[in-house]
């Protein structure tokens, strides 16, 4: 069975049909927007073609005169003359004593320089011509938005929002009880407050929705820490009674306080870690990361760490990187390494990886060969708490994979899971491959 979780994709939703009128507008102020953007357009032009001629005169003179006299002569004379009786414009060079060194008509050189750039500024009139089109496309869609916005206000402005409406809202606003959880939808019975009332029925789904998440939380949570309290209450009133005199009880009292105590503290850490992710306090510190190092890192560790299963290392040919807090991603892994841990009887192998899945992901891999899930469990495997009635024996709070569920959605990823009953289970952090911000646009 293959499970892939991923992050909510948004809905795109085409701009909202105008009348006739209101299209003629439309098209009306995009024409001007684009008439105004083609006329700078081709003042640019104009002005750089001019400069371009002016250019070229001044290298056309300052050739002539290295060409003459080998270098340029700051101490002669310059200057442009018309002659009568001859059409012409001349460029004259005169030394100290006025006598004229150099004078040549510009006017060829000028009409040759005029006819180039003409030529230019009709290729460049043409390539504006042929990206009309194009350009008229790309400024409404850069329009539709507020386009869109004008219709909306427009249809505001419409509504006929008599007194009779604005009592109904009022009624019917207050008739809300906000500590109820009934599946009750507000309906005002009125046409003209149609998206008043989806808008208000859509909140109110969403703020249930928190709060069930937030009462399932707290009850969960109270549940969990009540077995490890109610533990080491009892042992604590065991050695208040008999513990003092009795050495065995005094031990085993002594070493189930100190493990209930470790669960109990781990288990207000991962509350903790939620929590702060929640209110939006986690901050991402992310850094260009040598994602099959990490891995690779965090394989070793393992296999010092856990010495009853013997790991296997799967890497690609060639390295992968990613933009991530290697931090939180390397929490990720060693969870999901835990539960792969915990699951898989001793001595079979838990085998990690890394490698690419398409173009633009990478993926994160560990693959168990222990207990497996069925498809029902692996639907909820992420929820906070969730526990299967298969691995209720075993030890652990329910919170790891909200964890790193939490984590790997920050980063924009999601989770692809391969499970068999009694085979065991394949989950990989699939990730968007390298990318600093700012060089893809």
């Given at each position: 069975m293959r499970v892939k979780t991923d992050m909510g994709k948004k809905e795109l939703r085409e701009p909202a049909a105008g009348s006739a009128v209101e299209q003629k507008k439309m098209t009306s102020i995009a024409r001007q927007v684009h008439f105004q953007m083609i006329r700078k357009r081709i003042g640019l032009f104009f002005f750089l073609d001019i400069l371009m001629v002016g250019a070229a005169a001044f290298a056309y003179i300052a050739g002539l005169e290295r060409m003459r006299f080998g270098e340029y002569i700051y101490s002669y004379s310059r200057g442009l003359t018309l002659e009568k009786g001859v059409f012409g414009l001349f460029y004259e060079v005169a030394d100290a004593s006025g006598k004229v060194l150099i004078h040549v008509d510009m006017i060829p050189f000028l009409r040759t320089a005029g006819i180039l750039a003409a030529v230019l500024f009709g290729a460049e009139l043409l390539l504006i011509l042929f990206g009309y089109a194009r350009e008229d496309r790309k400024i409404r869609k850069i329009l539709n938005p507020i386009y869109e916005i004008a219709l909306r206000a427009d249809e505001l402005s419409r509504f006929a929002f008599t007194e009779d409406k604005y009592q109904m809202l009022e009624v019917t606003i207050d008739g809300i009880d906000p500590d109820s959880t009934e599946e009750r939808k507000l309906s005002f019975g009125d046409k003209d407050l149609a998206g008043v009332e989806a808008a208000i029925n859509n909140l109110l789904k969403r703020m249930r929705e928190t709060y069930r998440q937030q009462a399932r939380f707290v009850n969960d949570a109270s549940h969990e820490l009540r077995t490890p309290i109610a533990v080491i209450q009892g042992y604590a009133n065991m050695l208040r009674r008999w513990g003092k005199e009795d050495g065995k009880i005094l031990?085993?009292?002594?070493?189930?306080?100190?493990?209930?105590?470790?669960?109990?503290?781990?288990?207000?850490?991962?509350?903790?870690?939620?929590?702060?992710?929640?209110?939006?306090?986690?901050?991402?510190?992310?850094?260009?990361?040598?994602?099959?190092?990490?891995?690779?890192?965090?394989?070793?560790?393992?296999?010092?760490?856990?010495?009853?299963?013997?790991?296997?290392?799967?890497?690609?040919g060639e390295e992968q990187r990613g933009f991530v807090d290697e931090g939180l991603i390397k929490q990720a892994v060693r969870i999901l390494i835990d539960n792969a841990a915990k699951y898989t009887k001793e001595g079979d192998e838990i085998y990690l990886g890394c490698g690419r899945e398409g173009d633009d992901t990478v993926y994160l891999e560990v693959q168990d060969t222990g207990i497996g899930m069925a498809e029902a469990d692996a639907e909820h495997m992420f929820e906070r708490f969730y526990r299967s009635d298969e691995v209720r024996s075993y030890q652990g709070t329910g919170l790891g994979l909200s964890i790193a569920k939490w984590i790997v959605d920050k980063h924009g990823g999601h989770f692809e899971i391969l499970t068999r009953t009694g085979l065991g289970t394949r989950i990989r952090i699939v990730l968007p491959s390298f990318d600093i911000p700012g060089n893809s646009g």
């Open positions: 031990d085993e009292s002594i070493l189930a306080i100190s493990n209930e105590s470790e669960h109990m503290n781990h288990l207000v850490e991962q509350l903790l870690f939620l929590a702060r992710g929640d209110s939006g306090k986690t901050v991402l510190k992310r850094v260009d990361t040598n994602l099959t190092e990490m891995m690779r890192e965090v394989y070793e560790e393992s296999f010092m760490i856990d010495e009853t299963h013997p790991y296997r290392f799967r890497p690609s």
